[in-house]
């Protein structure tokens, strides 16, 4: 059976919440990891009533990266606006909603602080349940959206922190099969297009400037990594060390093609071996940089041979529509004193 029970803060009585359950569940979701500022509400784990998003970008740009303390006072200066827009959109109010979820980690402590007390605040004095959520169980969730996606299947997850390869058995079994040795699918995109005086987040402009680029004009490595495993720090070097012998008489558009298509060579690589080795021929993306126009583009190519399932660009980035429904498929924290936590 694919249910959870949980427990209302003030009353003690026990609800039911998943997949098998058949009444109706209206989730309220929060997502402040990182230095988006968003808010959901998500109908049995699938439907999107309303997704919101304030974003922080801007802020962080003069510093070329997110700084937390930063992001932490801006998320308590948006997260009541966020969450009423969010039911506002739903067409509910907070008395509707009959259990609240955040984001409990991995992320930046002070930012995820912000929304964690509020999901408490909202279900202790609504007396309805609060579900704390792993972030990156709720990237691969993202799928579930709108969708009749069912595990079991393979996920290749790729954000700003996390590049792995997860076996989804069911709604609540999922297994590392691989993941990075060094840097983040995302974050060696970050740190190349620093490299390459690109404003952050580097990763969706060395996308845009890899549209118009030759990508065979740089020939970069594919690191050899044993088993399902990846890394990526040797090719972040590699294009230094181009950048420092070309001293500055380097085409960025090229370069980032180049870039571009070594990452996703690589990570497809990995996936099509594991599915063979697994026996399965349903393939999914999820997290950040499942935006990459390139990645997508290789990914759908695969159509005639696998099912294949990416979120919409709106869910691949940070957001609360799938906390909801990880809350609602794969999420088991539940009580109020739970606390968040940086590291996954
Ligand atoms: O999942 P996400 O929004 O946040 C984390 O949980 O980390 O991922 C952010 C990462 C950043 O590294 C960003 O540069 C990358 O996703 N990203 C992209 C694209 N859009 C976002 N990377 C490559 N191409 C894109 N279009
Ligand atoms: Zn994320």
Same mark, same amino acid.
């Given at each position: 059976?694919?249910?959870?029970?949980?427990?209302?803060?003030?009353?003690?009585?026990?609800?039911?919440?998943?997949?098998?359950?058949?009444?109706?569940?209206?989730?309220?979701?929060?997502?402040?990891?990182?230095?988006?500022?968003?808010?959901?509400?998500?109908?049995?784990?699938?439907?999107?009533?309303?997704?919101?998003?304030?974003?922080?970008?801007?802020?962080?740009?003069?510093?070329?990266?997110?700084?937390?303390?930063?992001?932490?006072?801006?998320?308590?200066?948006?997260?009541?606006?966020?969450?009423?827009?969010?039911?506002?959109?739903?067409?509910?109010?907070?008395?509707?909603? #009959? *259990? !609240?979820?955040?984001? /409990?980690?991995?992320?930046?402590?002070?930012?995820?602080?912000?929304?964690? +007390? @509020?999901?408490?605040?909202?279900?202790?004095?609504?007396?309805?349940?609060?579900?704390?959520?792993?972030?990156?169980?709720?990237?691969?969730?993202?799928?579930?959206?709108?969708?009749?996606?069912?595990?079991?299947?393979?996920?290749?997850?790729?954000?700003?922190?996390?590049?792995?390869?997860?076996?989804?058995?069911?709604?609540?079994?999922?297994?590392?099969?691989?993941?990075?040795?060094?840097?983040?699918?995302?974050?060696?995109?970050?740190?190349?297009?620093?490299?390459?005086?690109?404003?952050?987040?580097?990763?969706?402009?060395?996308?845009?400037?890899?549209?118009?680029?030759?990508?065979?004009?740089?020939?970069?490595?594919?690191?050899?990594?044993?088993?399902?495993?990846?890394?990526?720090?040797?090719?972040? #070097? *590699? !294009?230094?060390?181009? /950048?420092?012998?070309?001293?500055?008489?380097?085409?960025?558009?090229?370069? +980032? @093609?180049?870039?571009?298509?070594?990452?996703?060579?690589?990570?497809?690589?990995?996936?099509?071996?594991?599915?063979?080795?697994?026996?399965?021929?349903?393939?999914?993306?999820?997290?950040?940089?499942?935006?990459?126009?390139?990645?997508?583009?290789?990914?759908?190519?695969?159509?005639?041979?696998?099912?294949?399932?990416?979120?919409?660009?709106?869910?691949?980035?940070?957001?609360?529509?799938?906390?909801?429904?990880?809350?609602?498929?794969?999420?088991?924290?539940?009580?109020?004193?739970?606390?968040?936590?940086?590291?996954?």
């Amino acid at each position: 059976m694919s249910y959870k029970l949980l427990t209302k803060p003030l009353s003690g009585e026990q609800i039911a919440i998943g997949p098998d359950v058949n009444s109706d569940q209206l989730m309220l979701a929060l997502e402040t990891s990182c230095d988006e500022t968003a808010a959901a509400v998500v109908l049995n784990g699938r439907k999107v009533l309303s997704s919101v998003i304030s974003s922080q970008i801007d802020i962080h740009q003069v510093y070329g990266g997110v700084v937390p303390e930063v992001a932490a006072r801006q998320h308590l200066e948006s997260i009541n606006f966020v969450i009423d827009e969010a039911l506002k959109k739903a067409g509910i109010t907070i008395n509707d909603v #009959t *259990a !609240v979820s955040a984001t /409990l980690g991995p992320g930046l402590v002070g930012a995820l602080l912000v929304g964690v +007390s @509020a999901a408490k605040a909202i279900a202790f004095a609504k007396n309805i349940p609060f579900i704390g959520v792993n972030h990156l169980k709720a990237h691969v969730c993202a799928n579930y959206l709108d969708t009749e996606l069912e595990p079991p299947f393979l996920c290749l997850l790729v954000s700003g922190g996390h590049t792995q390869l997860i076996y989804v058995k069911s709604y609540l079994d999922q297994h590392i099969i691989g993941q990075t040795v060094d840097d983040a699918a995302g974050e060696a995109y970050d740190k190349v297009a620093r490299l390459l005086n690109y404003p952050y987040p580097g990763g969706p402009n060395i996308d845009k400037a890899a549209k118009n680029g030759n990508k065979k004009a740089y020939d970069l490595p594919i690191s050899r990594v044993e088993g399902y495993n990846f890394s990526f720090s040797g090719l972040k #070097t *590699a !294009v230094l060390r181009l /950048l420092q012998k070309h001293r500055g008489d380097i085409n960025s558009d090229d370069l +980032s @093609a180049s870039f571009q298509e070594v990452v996703t060579e690589a990570l497809l690589r990995k996936t099509l071996e594991a599915s063979k080795e697994f026996n399965l021929n349903t393939l999914v993306l999820a997290g950040g940089v499942a935006a990459n126009s390139g990645l997508r583009d290789k990914f759908f190519n695969l159509k005639d041979k696998y099912n294949v399932y990416a979120p919409p660009f709106a869910y691949c980035t940070d957001n609360a529509a799938m906390i909801g429904s990880a809350a609602y498929f794969v999420e088991g924290y539940y009580d109020l004193d739970v606390e968040v936590f940086s590291r996954g």
